[in-house]
């Protein structure tokens, strides 16, 4: 009976065991489904133990929903504008598309390469390469860059880039590099007839290579393309040759390819003065540099208004007269209280041989015989006016530290930031020839003292034909004067003043270090405190 019970009591404790397994199984599934879910009341358990409940994970969900519910809409409407405003585009240019083509083709013709280059001397004529371009301001005008074989001189500086610079860039060198040779390659290869005279015959021409190169200028319109006028003349000539080219964002085209021959071409400097005879005398000691040793093509007219001081700038204009065999000059005084625009029409007008080319020029103005061969090239009698940019330079005082320790003015005729700065708000510069002068109506005689009557005649200007050239010009320098804004000036012409006053004074980082001068020297103090103690242990 005993070994029966083993099997039997085994197979009772299996049975058994299973139970509670089954037991203990059915439990375990009994509480997952009968427990109570979290909005029931109990919290969870979050950071810094502090209970979060279903409420406030909900709310958590329903911000971030409606953020970016409102993001997804946002998008939507400006897809939807975008849209709408690509579809009028294309509406836009598809009219204007089949305007133009039914202009150009009414017989429904294929558009040929004619097409093309009509196209492309229409972008031409737009950029002022013919004629000038009538605009509202002296805002709208976009100023040309000027480059040489070396540097490239800039108006847009910033506080980064310097107003004189080597092309470093690989695209604006290969750019200029280009133009230089393609300019070089429409001289030393003219177009048939080109190279011939009245009777049929060829005219032997020289050649010209890089080393001929004398200066280009160039301006890039977002609409239009690039222009390049390029220049090159042979050493001690006085016939240069002037490419115009243009880049109508493609390959380089020629636009005209003309001789110029400056041996006639004299100019006549008008200088409207008042007083400062001792800059006259300045004045004169570069006049006789440039112009009465090198060039010789000028002619000097000093407009002089009052009295005082007349007699000394009388003498030294017959000292000059004397010593140089020089009297190309033509002294007008004038008994009236000084108004730049009245001396230069007085001047303009005294000019009685006929046309003349006229440089409207300041006493404190430093130029090179460079600059009077460029105010030649860049005019032209009832086609062109130029308008250069002049390198203004500043204070010698706070450029070198001290007034009197400042070098020679040759010396300080130099392009860097610090120096100075290319005055880009001034038009009193200019080369025109007398005839545009007088048919254009002269300065407005009504205004009376600083800076106002420059701007107006550059305005008729720009709302003529007349094609207006501006740019900076490495030979032009403004000396630096102290000024006197005077409390009769209008409200315009005395806000002109003083910016002029402020911004001719020295560089940011230079005025920088004289508004924070006390610091500095409170900083030294403390270093010599600092040095001087160390030593002493």
């Known amino acids: 009976m005993a070994r029966r019970g083993w099997p039997l009591q085994g197979r009772l404790r299996w049975l058994f065991l299973g139970t509670f397994l089954l037991l203990v199984f059915l439990l375990f599934a009994y509480l997952l489904e009968c427990t109570p879910p979290a909005d029931s009341g109990l919290a969870l358990t979050g950071l810094g133990s502090e209970p979060y409940g279903k409420d406030y994970y909900q709310a958590v969900l329903q911000e971030q929903e409606e953020r970016h519910l409102n993001r997804a809409a946002s998008l939507k409407r400006q897809i ?7 579809q009028d585009m294309s509406e836009k240019l598809k009219a204007l598309q089949e305007k133009r083509d039914l202009e150009a083709r009414p017989d429904g013709r294929d558009p040929d390469p004619g097409d093309l280059l009509e196209y492309l001397h229409a972008q031409i004529d737009k950029a002022e390469v013919n004629a000038g371009a009538r605009l509202p301001s002296e805002y709208a005008l976009v100023p ?5 074989s070396t540097k490239v001189y800039q108006l847009e500086m910033g506080l980064t880039r310097h107003p004189e610079e080597k092309p470093v860039r690989k695209d604006r060198r290969d750019e200029l590099t280009e133009a230089v040779e393609a300019g070089l390659d429409v001289i030393n290869n003219p177009a048939e007839g080109e190279g011939q005279d009245e009777d049929g015959m060829t005219v032997q021409k020289p050649v010209y290579t890089e080393g001929d190169f ?8 977002r609409d239009k393309g690039t222009l390049y006028e390029l220049f090159f003349g042979k050493e001690g000539s006085t016939d240069f040759q002037r490419v115009t080219l243009f880049r109508p964002f493609g390959p380089l085209m020629k636009v005209a ?3 110029v021959d400056t041996a006639a071409t004299i100019i006549n400097i008008i200088v409207p003065l008042s ?15 440039v112009c009465i040793d090198q060039d010789r093509l000028v002619h000097l007219t000093v407009v002089y208004f009052g009295k005082e001081g007349l007699a000394e700038v009388k003498s030294s204009l017959e000292k000059m007269f004397i010593k140089e065999s020089f009297s190309n000059y033509t002294l007008i005084p004038v008994n009236e209280e ?3 625009g009245r001396g230069l029409d007085i001047g303009a007008h005294a000019w009685k041989k006929g046309d003349v080319l006229m440089f409207f020029c300041d006493v404190d103005i430093y130029f090179t015989p460079e600059f009077l061969n460029t105010c030649r090239l860049n005019t032209a009698p009832n086609k062109r006016v130029f308008y250069p940019v002049v390198f203004s330079l500043y204070n010698p005082a706070i450029v070198y530290g001290n007034l009197e320790l400042a070098p020679p003015i040759e010396q ?3 392009h860097k930031k610090d120096a100075g700065f290319w005055r880009d708000f001034g038009f009193g510069m200019t080369c025109q020839y007398r005839s545009d002068f007088l048919n254009i109506g002269g300065f407005d005689l009504e205004v009376k003292g600083w800076g106002v009557e420059d701007v107006h005649l550059y305005r008729k200007y720009l709302r003529s034909d007349l094609i207006v ?6 030979g032009l320098f403004h000396l630096w004067h102290e000024k006197q804004c005077a409390d009769e000036l209008t409200p315009e012409q005395y806000r002109m003043c003083i910016q002029s006053k402020a911004m001719n004074e020295a560089s940011h980082s230079h005025l920088g270090m004289l508004v924070f001068r006390h610091e500095i020297e409170s900083h030294l103090r403390k270093q010599a405190y600092k040095t001087k103690s160390k030593a002493e242990d």
């Open 469 to 474: 050239t501006r740019t900076p010009v490495s």
């Open 214 to 221: 004398i200066e280009g200028l160039y301006r890039t319109e």
């Open 338 to 340: 000084f108004s730049r």
């Open 412 to 414: 300080q005729l130099i």
């Open 144 to 148: 040309f860059e000027s480059f040489t």
């Open 80 to 86: 939807a504008q975008l849209k709408q405003e690509l």
């Open 275 to 289: 007083g400062r005879t001792e800059t006259f005398q300045q004045f004169l000691v570069n006049f006789r540099d």
């Open 257 to 259: 390819s003309t001789s």
